[in-house]
């Protein structure tokens, strides 16, 4: 198709500019100007007639396309949006609906490589009508956006808690818990975005981002010579993904380390959600020989029957059972038999949220293997994680001595 329409481009790479502008010629559009990020972008804006619509690059040094975007909508800029990304669909997804969510007309939200096929598609959806709306439209500000700016600019943080035995005081492994080091609201944790980026699509992304983190300080201490494995927490949304599997494997494969290594949690809910999907998921990664953990085990509904089909190496007790066991009956019993049919099923028993020596005296009685909690450890940077274990070798030996 051929389009009477202006459009200016924003892309920081010279020849992905210059293919861009190529292909917009090609619509018989009318390039009006090119900026190599969002302020020269936002400057030229200021001297020129406005374009009918701007094709944004996401990732851009300097000011990058989200916060053009943001500073687009901020100022009511009567534009329509085309956004490219070489990033994940997922993501460049979300930042469609943070378009939509700012009311700026998006005609697209294109993956790159740029095809002419893509961008015809684009245009084609252009509608003045939607322009004129722009000026009435309030300014909304969503969360999601920030997710997705902080994936990019690599905001995300890994803490990491030691998994301790309880026979012996060794650390056998480590979980890692995911923190947003926000540049102005400090150390965010879990609860407040983890929902959040499972609701807009991101949550593979920050999967993804976390793996990287987590393997980074694997392959660093495994090189020390500790020989620890490292838990990440999976999302139930992940595992109706069938690529998911192959994904997480290339990526460990890609830092040399052994699967064995690596310890999948996922909450006992998420796999009675999509069981058909999440079962092949779990299958496929305990076949290429991840260990796989079912966290927050007695707050969801598995029977023994379910759990024993499951191809689990790893029950997490969930906190709730755990804290204040050795004051109420009633816990301890729930711990013992839960600890009874991880023994009946093989798996590791692990209890979360440890906080204080009578609670972790009643798990030495039941026979639970694995310790996780504040009294043993708080979750820390991996960086400290080697200093803490030298200082706190002795303790953690006494701590975790048999009863007599
Ligand atoms: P979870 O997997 O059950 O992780 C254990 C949580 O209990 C962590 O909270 C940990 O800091 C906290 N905890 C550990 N020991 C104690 C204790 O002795 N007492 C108390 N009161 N708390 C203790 P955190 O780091 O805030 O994480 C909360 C949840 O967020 C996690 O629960 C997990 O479901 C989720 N989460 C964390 N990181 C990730 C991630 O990378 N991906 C996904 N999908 N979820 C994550
Ligand atoms: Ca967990
Ligand atoms: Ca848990």
Known sequence: MQFDLSVFIVEDSLIQRMHAAALCTELGLRVMGEASDGNEALLMLQNMPLPDVMLIDLEMPGMDGIELIQELAHKA?????????????????????????????VLGAIRKPLTLTQLDKAFGKFNPISIDQLQKRPEVVMASSEITRA???????AYFQPKISIKTGVIKG????????????GLIMPSQFIAIAEEHGLINELTMEVLDLALQQCRHWHERGLKITVAINLS?????????AEQIAQKVASYSIDPSFIMLEITETAVMGDVGNALGTLARLRLKGFGLSIDDYGTGFSSMQQLSRIPFTELKLDRSFVDGAHAKPHLRAI??????????????????GVENEDDLTVLKELGCDIVQGYLTAKPMPGEDVVAWLKSNNQRLRDLCKPLP
């Open 151 to 157: 994936l990019i600019e690599h905001q995300f943080i």
């Open 174 to 185: 480590v979980e890692s818990l995911i923190r947003w080091q926000h540049p102005e609201k």
């Open 77 to 105: 800029i009567p534009v329509s949006i085309i956004v490219s990304s070489a990033k994940e669909d997922a993501l460049i997804a979300s930042v469609e609906t943070m378009l939509q969510a700012y009311g700026l007309p």
């Open 236 to 244: 139930m949304l992940s595992l109706s993904n069938s690529a998911f």
């Open 335 to 352: 711990l013992a038999s839960a600890i009874e049919i991880a023994k009946k099923l093989d798996l590791r028993s692990v209890a979360e």
